[in-house]
């Protein structure tokens, strides 16, 4: 806590994943081990080498007193985004929006592209195609008469962000961050800067994403990156495990109420944590690989520390970014280790990507949550299917079992391609 400057508390939280489509049922899921991840069913990905994924299964935009037919055009992304804000705006006393000066209220996301319509676009090229040439004419004509521009519209990743305000009346800031699997973190660290210079007195912010569709998987098949493990779906995400082959594609949504600390006490909300510090790096390395000796992850966990004003003795569990990848849990182990050194190994990690997948821009808004919850219950969710230690990855994982274990303090890590790094440190709150 930093001495004069404006406290960011967090007085709503909501969440649309894979393992829960409440707080409460995504909490308990974490806490009995269970997974998320089974086979593929929102499209035909039978001849793909990765035929799993973590779908939000049994939900949809109804659930939350919406009415279907105004999000027809909208995407799997912003219908999550949707319920997710719904849930936390009510959590936070706030679901008929900012009682006062609505420009006192704004939104900032990390939110992932709309999805395409993969048939449309199949038919399309297919009926276009001339023996071995593409008439682009005839395709642009077809994708006129076929295509919705509202469709179309929503394929901004600015359209989550949009929908929001309208539905909270939010005048205030208004942004969207895509910056991969760092997004969402990235947007609640952004949108906590806003209200601690005053731009703002309350911001949703969290992220969506949805990328589990022929081009998302192809795209991550062509780098490699995803399990393979298809036989075997609730073992396939394994971070940290020597027998690691790749991460588990997920979706979702995450939101939190960000509030300034004296308006939050003024209207009498409920305070679930504080937000404490941010921080933000760069590899400048490579687009898709860390730097071997994790330099932006380490400097971006010590700038979280030092905006949170903490040393290193202060944290007692890290949500680690842990995807389940060769590179990224090595990096991540030694950027803990640098940072922390020798008590690194007195604090507990682990990865709730074993158990939902990773929700890509929605991960870390989901994970932020998580170690509010942490902090809250005092138990810490574990890194299941973790069997095969790796030598390089010689830390405390919180192996297949929760654990209680008193925890005030929490490091939130999100690490993403392009050489994107975010941490955010979160505690009780203490008055």
Same mark, same amino acid.
């Given at each position: 806590?930093?001495? &004069?400057?404006?406290?960011?508390?967090?007085?709503?939280?909501?969440?649309?994943?894979?393992?829960?489509?409440?707080?409460?049922?995504?909490?308990?899921?974490?806490?009995?081990?269970?997974?998320?991840?089974?086979?593929?069913?929102?499209?035909?990905?039978?001849?793909?080498?990765?035929?799993?994924?973590? %779908?939000?299964?049994?939900?949809?935009? +109804?659930? =939350?007193?919406?009415?279907? !037919?105004?999000?027809? $055009?909208?995407?799997?992304?912003?219908?999550?985004?949707?319920?997710?804000?719904?849930?936390?705006? !009510?959590?936070? &006393?706030?679901?008929? &929006?900012?009682?006062?000066?609505?420009? !006192?209220?704004?939104?900032?996301?990390?939110?992932?592209?709309?999805?395409?319509?993969?048939?449309?676009? /199949?038919?399309?090229?297919?009926?276009?195609? =001339?023996?071995?040439?593409?008439?682009?004419?005839?395709?642009?004509?077809?994708?006129?008469? /076929?295509?919705?521009?509202?469709?179309?519209?929503?394929? =901004?990743?600015?359209?989550?962000?949009?929908?929001?305000?309208?539905?909270?009346?939010?005048?205030?800031?208004?942004? @969207?961050?895509?910056?991969?699997?760092?997004?969402?973190?990235?947007?609640?660290?952004?949108?906590?800067?806003?209200?601690? #210079?005053?731009?703002?007195?309350?911001?949703?912010?969290?992220?969506?994403?949805?990328?589990?569709?022929?081009?998302?998987?192809?795209? $991550?098949?062509?780098?490699?990156?995803?399990?393979?493990?298809?036989?075997?779906?609730?073992?396939?995400?394994?971070?940290?495990? #020597?027998? #690691?082959?790749?991460?588990?594609?997920?979706?979702?949504?995450?939101?939190?109420?960000?509030?300034?600390?004296?308006?939050?006490?003024?209207?009498?909300? +409920?305070?679930?944590?504080?937000?404490?510090?941010?921080?933000?790096?760069?590899?400048?390395?490579?687009?898709?690989?860390?730097?071997?000796?994790?330099?932006?992850?380490?400097?971006?966990?010590?700038?979280?520390?030092?905006?949170?004003?903490?040393?290193?003795?202060?944290?007692?569990?890290? @949500?680690?970014?842990?995807?389940?990848?060769?590179?990224?849990? !090595?990096?991540? +182990?030694?950027?803990?280790?640098?940072?922390?050194?020798?008590?690194?190994? %007195?604090?507990?990690?682990?990865?709730?990507?074993?158990?939902?997948?990773?929700?890509?821009?929605?991960?870390?808004?989901?994970?932020?949550?998580?170690?509010?919850?942490?902090?809250?219950?005092?138990?810490?969710?574990? /890194?299941?299917?973790?069997? %095969?230690?790796?030598?390089?990855?010689?830390?405390?994982?919180?192996?297949?079992?929760?654990?209680?274990?008193?925890?005030?303090?929490?490091?939130?890590?999100?690490?993403?391609?392009?050489?994107? @790094?975010?941490?955010?440190?979160?505690?009780?709150?203490?008055?």
């Amino acid at each position: 806590m930093v001495a &004069g400057r404006r406290r960011v508390v967090i007085t709503g939280m909501g969440c649309i994943t894979p393992l829960g489509v409440r707080v409460d049922e995504l909490w308990n899921n974490l806490g009995i081990g269970a997974s998320g991840v089974g086979l593929t069913t929102v499209f035909d990905a039978s001849r793909f080498p990765t035929r799993i994924s973590a %779908e939000v299964r049994g939900w949809d935009i +109804t659930h =939350e007193g919406q009415q279907e !037919r105004d999000w027809h $055009f909208c995407g799997r992304h912003t219908k999550f985004a949707a319920g997710a804000a719904l849930q936390a705006m !009510r959590d936070a &006393g706030l679901a008929g &929006g900012l009682p006062g000066d609505p420009a !006192r209220l704004g939104v900032y996301l990390g939110s992932g592209e709309g999805q395409q319509d993969f048939d449309a676009f /199949t038919s399309m090229m297919t009926a276009a195609i =001339e023996g071995d040439t593409l008439d682009v004419a005839k395709f642009t004509k077809l994708g006129l008469e /076929t295509l919705h521009p509202l469709a179309e519209v929503e394929q =901004e990743p600015n359209m989550p962000a949009c929908h929001l305000a309208g539905l909270f009346n939010a005048h205030g800031p208004n942004l @969207n961050c895509l910056t991969a699997c760092a997004a969402s973190s990235q947007a609640i660290g952004e949108a906590a800067e806003l209200v601690r #210079r005053g731009d703002a007195d309350v911001m949703l912010s969290g992220g969506a994403h949805s990328m589990i569709h022929p081009f998302g998987v192809t795209g $991550f098949n062509l780098l490699t990156a995803l399990s393979t493990r298809n036989d075997e779906p609730t073992r396939a995400s394994r971070p940290f495990d #020597r027998d #690691r082959d790749g991460f588990v594609l997920g979706e979702g949504a995450a939101m939190v109420v960000l509030e300034e600390l004296e308006h939050a006490r003024r209207r009498g909300a +409920t305070i679930h944590g504080e937000l404490l510090g941010y921080g933000s790096t760069a590899d400048a390395y490579r687009i898709t690989d860390t730097h071997p000796e994790g330099r932006g992850a380490a400097s971006c966990i010590r700038m979280a520390l030092a905006d949170a004003g903490l040393g290193p003795e202060a944290i007692g569990y890290i @949500n680690a970014h842990g995807t389940s990848t060769s590179v990224n849990d !090595r990096v991540e +182990t030694l950027a803990i280790k640098t940072v922390f050194g020798e008590r690194a190994y %007195e604090i507990p990690v682990s990865s709730t990507k074993s158990m939902m997948g990773h929700l890509i821009a929605a991960a870390g808004a989901t994970e932020l949550i998580v170690c509010l919850l942490a902090i809250r219950d005092g138990l810490l969710p574990p /890194t299941i299917n973790y069997e %095969e230690p790796d030598p390089d990855c010689d830390l405390d994982y919180v192996p297949n079992k929760a654990r209680e274990a008193t925890c005030n303090v929490a490091l939130s890590n999100s690490f993403g391609f392009g050489g994107q @790094n975010i941490s955010l440190v979160v505690g009780r709150f203490a008055g």
